[in-house]
């Protein structure tokens, strides 16, 4: 089954401690679509300028991608700019110009409408209500969110919550939306605003996913030597995450499912941040994502005490 990806897709300039790289492919929903792209169809929904490299878009057709819902606009692309401190979790925003973004109304294609799993990337919540209020019936709902919304588009995000089945967002943002220290009673807070599930990402220490009834997953990290770029981590988590879901699930989603999701999620996030923008992405196998799930799974797992 297929996923709708919307979100942004951007020209950005990244600078860790060690390295700076400027006018790179990024923006969540690129990162979200390619990820979900490893495992299930993808309809693209997102905006670009007359500046967008087309072999980005030949990147993206590359990956068997529905560009239908991609929009290139008048105007230049989204450029976000941004700069990591030695404790790669520390990030700091240098720069945004929205250019195009700042007048994106997506529009569905009529086919797009169907769509049964929907992943709304992170952009303002007003814009991913707008993308739901053109869907049909789907079947299981995501949706990813930032710091920003939270604290300049409250009201919106909350209206959003009660309409989608899986939040995802980060440690200080599931803080700052509870105003809980606890992320358990952070979670089960966010539930309480809507979602049936919610997982809680803590970057290197990996994420906590809580299901229904005291559901509860604590999914560690892939155990990675070097990050280089950890731009898009989150976004290919989400994506991985949605299209497993899609290629595998036919009837309800269950917590079950969403177990092995985020470890599908967490596997192609940690190939994602070896290298810059999305070059990992472009010569990871198939087969690198199951042998990486495989020692993920042995290096998580522990035994029963007799
Ligand atoms: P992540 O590292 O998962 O938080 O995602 C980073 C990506 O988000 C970058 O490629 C940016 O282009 C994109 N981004 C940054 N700020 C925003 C924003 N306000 N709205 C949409 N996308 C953004």
């Known amino acids: 089954m297929s996923v709708l990806v919307v979100g942004s897709i951007a020209l950005d300039t990244v600078k860790t401690p060690f ?13 979200c679509s390619v990820a979900a792209s490893f495992f299930s169809p993808v309809n693209l929904v997102g905006v670009v300028g007359e500046d967008f490299p087309p072999q980005h878009i030949d990147y993206f057709k590359s990956r068997g991608m529905d560009l239908a819902g991609l929009q290139i606009a008048p105007g230049k ?32 294609p009529k086919d797009y409408t169907a769509t049964p799993f929907v992943l709304l990337g992170n952009i303002g919540p007003n814009l991913q209500n707008h993308v739901l209020d053109q869907m049909q019936k789907p079947r299981f709902v995501i949706a990813d969110t930032m710091d920003l919304w939270i604290n300049i588009a409250l009201e919106e995000l909350k209206r959003l919550l009660a309409r989608v089945d899986l939040l995802i967002l980060n440690e200080s943002e599931a803080r700052l939306l509870t105003q809980q220290a606890s992320l358990v009673k952070a979670g089960k807070l966010i539930q309480a605003m809507g979602p049936r599930f919610v997982a809680i990402k803590k970057g290197e220490h990996g994420c906590l996913l809580f299901g229904e009834n005291g559901d509860f997953f604590s999914c560690a990290a892939y155990p990675l030597e070097e990050v280089n770029d950890p731009t898009g981590a989150g976004d290919t988590f989400a994506g991985g995450l949605a299209g497993y879901l899609a290629s595998s699930v036919t009837g309800e989603v269950t917590f079950a ?22 070059e990992r992405m472009r010569t990871l196998a198939q087969t690198d994502v199951q042998q990486r799930y495989e020692s993920f799974r042995l290096f998580s797992h522990f035994e029963v005490i007799e």
């Open 77 to 108: 692309t989204f450029r976000w700019s941004g700069e990591y401190m030695l404790d790669m979790n520390v990030r700091e925003t240098r720069s945004i110009a929205l250019n195009v973004f700042e007048q994106f109304n997506p529009v569905l």
């Open 19 to 31: 390295e700076e790289h400027a006018d790179l492919l990024g923006g969540s929903a690129s990162y």
């Open 257 to 278: 499912h969403l177990r092995k999701a985020v470890v599908h999620g967490s596997v192609l996030a940690s190939f994602n941040v070896e290298k810059f923008s999305l």
